[in-house]
């Protein structure tokens, strides 16, 4: 299992810009898959966007397609989640997970998780 470490939630108003990182120590971090999930209160855990370990294919949950980019940088063993024209709907506690290799839109596949960030939108 990796260990990971979420960075860059805050507080932001509606149309704003936020930028998550996840990082690990773990030398072989470009053979995991890094998904980002998101849980709101009261609701399900989520899938937000994920991308694949060497040939860093990207997906993206529908209603934050345009708005999100996921991007990774293996030289620096992070991946990061960048968040523009934030909904109030967008506010939830973010995480990001790993899986070995290819991502998977399930969150019962992910065996590592980080601790989890703080995202709130709102005026």
């Known amino acids: 299992q990796l260990q990971l470490v979420e960075s860059g939630g805050g507080l932001v108003q509606p149309g704003g810009s936020l930028g998550l990182s996840c990082a690990t120590s773990?030398?072989?971090?470009?053979?995991?898959?890094i998904g980002w999930f998101r849980q709101a209160p009261g609701k399900e855990r989520e899938g937000v966007s994920c991308?694949?370990?060497?040939?860093?294919?990207?997906y993206y949950l529908d209603s934050v397609k345009g708005r999100f980019t996921i991007s990774r940088d293996n030289a620096k063993n992070t991946v990061y989640l960048q968040m523009n024209s934030l909904k109030p709907e967008d506010t939830a506690v973010y995480y990001c997970?790993?899986?070995?290799?290819?991502?998977?839109?399930?969150?019962?596949?992910?065996?590592?998780w980080g601790q989890g960030t703080q995202v709130t939108v709102s005026s």
């Open positions: 773990r030398f072989t971090f470009d053979y995991y898959a």
């Open positions: 997970a790993a899986r070995y290799y290819r991502c998977s839109g399930s969150v019962s596949d992910f065996d590592s």
């Open positions: 991308i694949n370990s060497r040939e860093g294919s990207t």
